[in-house]
């Protein structure tokens, strides 16, 4: 569901989110039209504007942890946006790495992303059974990390109530289970730099 359609229709910060974020053609590989959200980190309003929006989405919804992809560290972009909001929330924040970035025990999922595949891991032990989850990242296409993300948090234990991105295609969806997906903008084809 995308937030025009849940009561936000006509909302000025979603179209100031939308233009913050720098659209580059064939990139990391032709055909793809790369949706750059660190332009959107660049503009304060836009940040913190995508974070109030989550945070008013999911501060009553008894989530008590906000998991997100993590990547490789410094590069991460799910991961600028998950812990502001587990912060808002008053919830714990669980990142999500690729693999042999997390020391200690983890658990493990694989995933096919738009242009290959990967892995992420999540400590073991970070999700007590029953904890209600949300998991967060910049961006949806196939939905495959998502839906590893998802099935590590139920692994686990947890209770996962939405999935959570800036900008996405409905498509991505699909890979969910069935579990909700909550998108703030769709992705612009349109370039701009």
Request: charged fraction near 25%; aromatic fraction near 6%; glycine fraction near 10%.
């Amino acid at each position: 569901m995308f937030a025009a359609e849940n009561g936000l229709r006509g909302d000025p910060r979603l179209q100031g989110i939308s233009k913050a974020i720098r659209v580059v053609p064939d990139f990391p590989i032709p055909g793809i039209m790369f949706q750059d959200i660190t332009t959107l980190l660049l503009d304060h309003k836009a940040f913190k504007d995508t974070v109030d929006i989550f945070v008013d989405r999911y501060r009553d919804m008894g989530i008590s942890v906000v998991a997100a992809n993590v990547n490789v560290g410094i590069e991460a972009r799910g991961f600028v946006f998950g812990p502001s909001i587990a912060l808002a929330i008053g919830a714990k924040f669980v990142p999500l790495r690729k693999p042999n970035k997390l020391p200690g025990e983890v658990i493990s999922e694989a995933y096919v992303l738009e242009y290959g595949t990967d892995r992420l891991e999540m400590h073991v032990g970070a999700i007590e059974p029953g904890e209600r989850a949300l998991v967060i990242d910049d961006l949806v296409a196939t939905g495959g990390t998502l839906s590893a993300a998802v099935r590590l948090l139920e692994r686990m234990g947890a209770e996962v109530v939405e999935c959570a991105c800036v900008v996405g295609l409905p498509e991505g969806q699909r890979r969910l289970d069935g579990k909700p997906l909550y998108i703030l903008v769709e992705p612009r084809l349109s370039v701009n730099y």
